[in-house]
């Protein structure tokens, strides 16, 4: 079955530092890839996404480059900041489609300290 | 931008109490969904839903659990009797055919 593997958290940098997180994965074909992300007490929210090989995703700072060689979808961010402090999660959706939901993996938590 | 919405934002119930969960998909998406979050945990599926009937459902689904769309614009998530390992913080979300998933503000379960 499919399924999503993160780093674990959590994560501390410092105000300005570069992040990677890690995410790789496991499906049969070409699923599309997606990073959420949840701050404190909030629910989750779409961050950037992914639907093909070699493509990037990107939003507020962030990047994540769809490689099937690697099946991998890191997020990188080069320069991060206090208020970036919240749970990641990588998740893909089903190559098929349509109904499947959602495979998440565990999330990883990162803490940006000034 | 469209969202979707859930209600109640919290809701603390008594062990054995049947609860509803209620959302508001984006009104022109085909798929829905229940997923759920256990305190500190990953966010797991439970359910899709599609052409007024349940599409896929995990082993987290049992008998105790139902959705429905009551009306053209809801999508319920009901729990029979509720249990203590219940308490999780519970997702909606829509799809426009599993590219580009909504996901509401979710509603935390305490069951106490």
């Given at each position: 079955?499919?399924?999503?593997?993160?780093?674990?958290?959590?994560?501390?940098?410092?105000?300005?530092?570069?992040?990677?997180?890690?995410?790789?994965?496991?499906?049969?074909?070409?699923?599309?890839?997606?990073?959420?992300?949840?701050?404190?007490?909030?629910?989750?929210?779409l961050l950037l996404k992914a639907t093909k090989a070699d493509d990037k995703g990107s939003n507020k700072g962030f990047e994540a480059t769809y490689r099937k060689e690697t099946t991998s979808f890191h997020l990188e961010k080069g320069s991060v900041q206090v208020s970036d402090s919240a749970v990641?999660?990588?998740?893909?959706?089903?190559?098929?489609?349509?109904?499947?939901?959602?495979?998440?993996g565990k999330g990883t938590h990162l803490i940006i300290q000034p | 931008e469209p969202e979707v919405t859930q209600t109640p934002s919290h809701q603390v119930t008594q062990m054995g109490q049947e609860v509803?969960?209620?959302?508001?998909?984006?009104?022109?998406?085909?798929?829905?969904?229940?997923?759920?979050?256990?305190?500190?945990?990953?966010?797991?599926?439970?359910?899709?839903?599609?052409?007024?009937?349940?599409?896929e459902k995990s082993?987290?689904?049992?008998?105790?659990?139902?959705?429905?769309r009551p009306d053209g614009s809801n999508f319920t998530l009901k729990i029979r009797s509720t249990k203590?390992?219940?308490?999780?913080?519970?997702?909606?979300?829509?799809?426009?055919?599993?590219?580009?998933?909504?996901f509401g503000s979710g509603t935390r379960l305490t069951v106490v």
């Open positions: 079955g499919n399924s999503v593997t993160q780093m674990e958290g959590p994560v501390t940098l410092s105000e300005e530092a570069f992040l990677t997180i890690n995410c790789t994965y496991t499906a049969t074909g070409y699923p599309s890839l997606f990073w959420y992300v949840q701050y404190p007490g909030e629910g989750l929210q990641y999660f990588c998740a893909l959706s089903d190559p098929r489609g349509g109904a499947d939901g959602l495979t998440f | 509803i969960l209620r959302c508001v998909p984006i009104s022109n998406h085909l798929y829905f969904y229940w997923y759920r979050q256990i305190l500190g945990q990953k966010v797991e599926f439970l359910v899709s839903f599609y052409n007024n009937e349940i599409s082993e987290i689904f049992d008998d105790q659990f139902s959705v429905e203590l390992e219940d308490s999780a913080m519970y997702f909606c979300a829509s799809s426009d055919r599993g590219r580009g998933y909504t």
